[in-house]
Structures are given as structure tokens and as C-alpha cells.
């Protein structure tokens, strides 16, 4: 974070000194690794105090799920800097705006190609996105229910999950489509019973819970005014 170095530019300022990365010229880059994959939404990039020689001309934002293979999501290969004056911030969008919505990646690298001087400078990279969320939804349609009452569990997955399966029921991908499933339970269960739908992606695993309560009191199951 010291001598001007790369990881400056994720220290969340924008000045001279330490708030920014100037180094030696084109080709250089920095990578990050996030906890999670992400699809990234949105970027700024920020010019730094010198001068516009040392702005980036041919600069790339790529994504990578193993930190090797590297796949770019925006180029800018004009030949020119982006930047109209120092310190300033630009904002690049996604989904069709000036990328085309990416897949999703853990890891994340600005590549730079080419720049005017014999010092490369950038003020500041901000990563902006959705986690991937493997399990967008797990329910019951009715979560009080009588003993052995008939009931729905259903649920959503992140599209390309290899396998998802709910303790006590079993394998639940072949009841599955597109990302959206639901699963018969018929007879119910005799007393209050938590079910755990675990799926795996190829990105990441996750596991999600829902109850079902049983009960020997009336249940309401609509109350409506007219």
C-alpha cells in the first residue's frame, strides 16, 4: 500500500503519492481474488494526478475462475486514454451497457497493454457485482400443516447446478428445470420436520432450510376481507 504500488488501487482514494499506482510502463497488471464468484455489473476506473502520458491506451478487465485461464470482459484497444482530465472517474456498465453481462468469476485482473510514457499510472479499480447464489430460494407451500398432510416443497438454483438433492427425499436435479423445481410430499410428516436442500455448482455449494411445522390446532388458511 506504500511507494505507490498496485494494491493502491483498491485503497478507496483518489490523489498524488500513495493513493494511487504508478510503475514502470505497459505490460502490467494486478489481479484479486474475491471469496465468492461474482458477475460483475459494474467498474469505475480513475486517472491519477500526472500527467496523461502515463494514462493506460490499451487496457483490459478479465475474469478468471482458477487465477490461470483468463477471459476478457472489456477492452478498451483505442489507442488513446480514456480520461478527459487527472483524478477523474469513469463508470463502465454491464449487461449490454459497454460490456455485455459475463459470466460469473472469483477472480478479477485489470491488464494494461499499452500507455504513452516511461511510467504507467492509474488512480483507482472499483469491482462492482452480484454473488453467485446457488440456492436463490427454497420453500414450502404450506409450512403449518396436520399430520400427514399433503404438501409442495419447491425451490430455485442458480442455472448450471450439477447437483441438489434435499435430506430425506433424495436426488431432486431430475425435478428440476431451468433453475426451478418442486417436489410432492405425500403423506406429510407426523411431527415438525426441517428439510435441507444442498446443491453444488461448479463455482460454489450451498445448503438452505426450511420447516415445516406440524400442528393439531385449527389452521387458518385464509382470512380475506371484502
Do not use: M
Request: include cysteine; charge should be negative.
Amino acid at each position: 500500500w506504500v511507494a505507490e504500488g498496485a494494491y493502491n488501487i483498491f485503497d478507496n482514494k483518489l490523489g498524488a503519492g500513495d493513493d494511487k499506482w504508478c510503475c514502470d510502463p505497459a505490460p502490467q497488471s494486478i489481479a484479486v481474488q474475491f471469496d465468492r464468484p461474482y458477475v460483475l455489473t459494474h467498474f469505475t476506473l480513475s486517472s491519477a494526478n500526472d500527467v496523461p502520458e502515463r494514462d493506460p491506451t490499451e487496457w483490459y478487465i478479465e475474469g478468471s475462475n482458477n487465477g490461470t485461464a483468463w477471459t476478457p470482459i472489456y477492452s478498451w484497444t483505442n489507442g488513446i486514454s480514456p480520461f478527459s482530465q487527472r483524478l477523474e472517474v469513469l463508470e463502465f456498465t454491464g449487461n449490454g451497457g459497454d460490456f455485455a453481462a459475463p459470466p460469473s468469476y472469483s477472480w478479477f485482473r485489470y491488464r494494461v497493454q499499452a500507455n504513452g510514457d516511461a511510467l504507467l499510472q492509474i488512480g483507482e479499480l472499483e469491482l462492482f457485482g452480484t454473488p453467485v447464489q446457488v440456492i436463490k430460494s427454497f420453500t414450502a407451500d404450506k409450512p403449518l400443516i396436520f399430520t400427514g398432510e399433503p404438501f409442495t416443497l419447491s425451490w430455485e438454483l442458480e442455472t448450471g447446478t450439477t447437483a441438489a438433492s434435499i435430506a430425506g427425499i433424495g436426488n431432486v436435479l431430475p425435478f428440476t428445470t431451468n433453475g426451478i423445481g418442486s417436489v410432492a410430499v405425500n403423506p406429510g410428516p407426523a411431527a415438525t420436520t426441517t428439510y435441507t436442500l444442498s446443491a453444488t455448482h461448479p463455482l460454489s455449494s450451498a445448503t438452505q432450510n426450511t420447516t415445516v411445522t406440524v400442528t393439531n390446532q385449527p389452521i387458518i388458511r385464509s382470512f380475506t376481507a371484502t
